[in-house]
């Protein structure tokens, strides 16, 4: 098993594999949901570089082990800035390390920022699973800023302004902008998601002629994506 590395890139902190066997078949950027344990998304690395890609997790500014405040600025804009010094070239283990294909694989609260990237800036490719497209249909949103405070404390570092910023579409809004290469783009829903309606990813996919692709599952999140659900997924990145 590959030993997964840290580095720290401005203020976001982030975690790596580079592909050891094979020439890389591109660089992976996972996007997590919120909240989350980033140490639960280890398995997916390895399992990634396994099937050759460089893989990045950085944690959104203001979260973990990231420096800054969360949602000060939308989290998409230190994402777009590490991923152009990747593919300008960084300093990785003593070596010069540059991006030639970029994917994103966002799940949830992940998958919203990787759709708000793609109204900004455009990657090779975006697989988006079980995204918010809007937290105003967010199932029980309300509750949650009380409960991040309680349960992740020192995890999550924001004021209640940004957060209701947040909640009422204000961070970001896809309703207003437009999916840049939306051919390139897919989502991955399960049917049965009690947090984020099966039908409300169908008609967004629809208004912005983005792929929905649908699964006999829940709430699919980055740490419990199926090996069927997986492997689609990467065949998309390949194409």
């Not at 399992?47 to 979260?63: C, I, M, Q, S, W």
Request: a positive charge; aromatic letters at 12%; proline letters at 3%.
């Amino acid at each position: 098993m590959t030993t997964i590395r840290s580095s720290q890139y401005k203020n976001l902190f982030f975690t790596y594999i580079l592909s050891r066997g094979a020439p890389s078949k591109g660089t992976i950027i996972l996007l997590d949901g919120l909240p989350s344990n980033p140490l639960s998304k280890n398995q997916l690395i390895q399992k990634l570089a396994e099937y050759n890609y460089d893989v990045f997790f950085p944690r959104y500014e203001g979260t973990w082990e990231s420096k800054g405040n969360f949602l000060k600025r939308a989290p998409s804009e230190a994402i777009i800035e590490f991923i152009e010094t990747l593919r300008k070239g960084e300093s990785i283990e003593n070596k010069k390390y540059k991006a030639k294909k970029v994917f994103l694989l966002g799940a949830s609260f992940g998958g919203g920022v990787a759709f708000d990237i793609a109204t900004k800036y455009v990657v090779d490719k975006i697989c988006a699973i079980s995204p918010v497209i809007s937290f105003k249909e967010v199932n029980g949103i309300e509750t949650l800023e009380n409960y991040i405070r309680a349960a992740y404390s020192k995890d999550y570092r924001f004021n209640s302004k940004e957060w209701q910023k947040l909640i009422k579409d204000e961070v970001w809004n896809l309703e207003d902008n437009e999916i840049r290469e939306s051919s390139n783009v897919l989502i991955v829903t399960g049917k049965n998601d009690d947090q984020i309606k099966e039908s409300d990813l169908t008609e967004f996919g629809k208004r912005n002629n983005v792929k929905v692709r649908i699964y006999d599952f829940g709430h699919i999140t980055l740490s419990k994506i199926p090996e069927s659900i997986l492997g689609e997924i990467l065949t998309f990145f390949s194409k």
